[in-house]
C-alpha cells in the first residue's frame, strides 16, 4: 500500500503564471484534503473532497484557487494567476473516512512565485 | 472557536532523555480528536499519535505518549529516549467530531524540537 503522492514537489513560477498540482491519495481513501503552510505556520485547510464531491472550501480559497477529483481519485489544484502570497507548500492528505480515521499527509508540493 | 496552541516555538534536549512539547485547545464540541504530526525539514507531515476525547487512557505509540488532560484542555507530547532523528517540527492538531462534518484538522503553529548529541 503506498502512501499519499505529490506532484510535483517543487514548483517555481513567474507572478501571473498558472499552475496544477496532482495529488494522488491512498487508494480506497474517499476522503481528500488540501491544505496550506507557509514558512513558520502550521498548515491550514483549504478545501475537502468525499470521494468526488467538493464538500467544504475555506476562505483562503480565493476565486482563483479550483480543485477538482474526478472519478474520486485523484486531485488537482490549480491556481490561476498566481501571486507572490501564494508561495507556500500545499499539503495533500487522505483518510478513509470516519471522526476517528487518521489523515496521512503526502509530501506537498512546494510553490515559489516570483 | 476551534483553536490549538503550542507556546515553546523551539526547544533542545539532550540525546535519550525525555521531552514534553506542550499542547492545549479549546473547542465548545465535546466530541474530539488530538493528534501530534512530525515534520522534518524534507516537509512531509508524520503521523505519531491519537487522543479520542472519550478515551480514558492516555495514547501511546512506541516512544511517544500523549499526556491527555481533558480538564485543563491540554494534550503534551512525550519523547522518551530522544534520539539525533528526532529533530523536527512537531505539529499539534485537533479535529471536530460533529456528524456529517469534514472532519478537518486545525493545527498549533508548532514547536522546532532539536536534540542535542
Known amino acids: 500500500d503506498t502512501g499519499v503522492s505529490q506532484d510535483p514537489r517543487h514548483k517555481i513560477t513567474k507572478r501571473g503564471q498558472n499552475v496544477t498540482f496532482r495529488c494522488d491519495p491512498i487508494?480506497?481513501?474517499?476522503?481528500l484534503y488540501w491544505y496550506r503552510q507557509t514558512l513558520g505556520q502550521g498548515p491550514e485547510f483549504l478545501t475537502y473532497f468525499q470521494n468526488e464531491a467538493q464538500l467544504e472550501k475555506s476562505r483562503l480559497l480565493s476565486d482563483r484557487f479550483s480543485a477538482e477529483r474526478p472519478k474520486g481519485s485523484f486531485s488537482t489544484l490549480e491556481i490561476q494567476r498566481t501571486e507572490q502570497g501564494d508561495s507556500a507548500m500545499y499539503l495533500c492528505?487522505?483518510?478513509?473516512?470516519?471522526?476517528?480515521?487518521?489523515?496521512?499527509f503526502g509530501p506537498g508540493t512546494r510553490l515559489t512565485v516570483l | 472557536a476551534q483553536k490549538i496552541t503550542q507556546t515553546q516555538p523551539g526547544m533542545f534536549v539532550q540525546e535519550k532523555e525525555a521531552v514534553t512539547l506542550d499542547c492545549t485547545y479549546d473547542?465548545?464540541?465535546?466530541?474530539?480528536?488530538l493528534f501530534w504530526y512530525k515534520q522534518p525539514s524534507s516537509g512531509e507531515m508524520i503521523f505519531l499519535i491519537y487522543?479520542?476525547?472519550?478515551?480514558?487512557q492516555n495514547a501511546t505509540e512506541g516512544r511517544y505518549s500523549l499526556n491527555f488532560q481533558k480538564a485543563r484542555k491540554s494534550a503534551n507530547l512525550v519523547i522518551s529516549a530522544s534520539q539525533l532523528g528526532d529533530s523536527a517540527m512537531y505539529f499539534c492538531?485537533?479535529?471536530?467530531?460533529?456528524?456529517?462534518?469534514?472532519?478537518?484538522?486545525?493545527f498549533g503553529s508548532g514547536t522546532r524540537l532539536l536534540v542535542r548529541p
Open positions: 492528505a487522505s483518510t478513509a473516512g470516519g471522526s476517528a480515521d487518521t489523515q496521512y
Open positions: 473547542t465548545s464540541d465535546p466530541s474530539y480528536g
Open positions: 487522543q479520542g476525547s472519550y478515551d480514558q
Open positions: 487508494s480506497e481513501h474517499n476522503r
Open positions: 492538531a485537533m479535529r471536530e467530531g460533529q456528524m456529517d462534518s469534514s472532519y478537518k484538522l486545525i
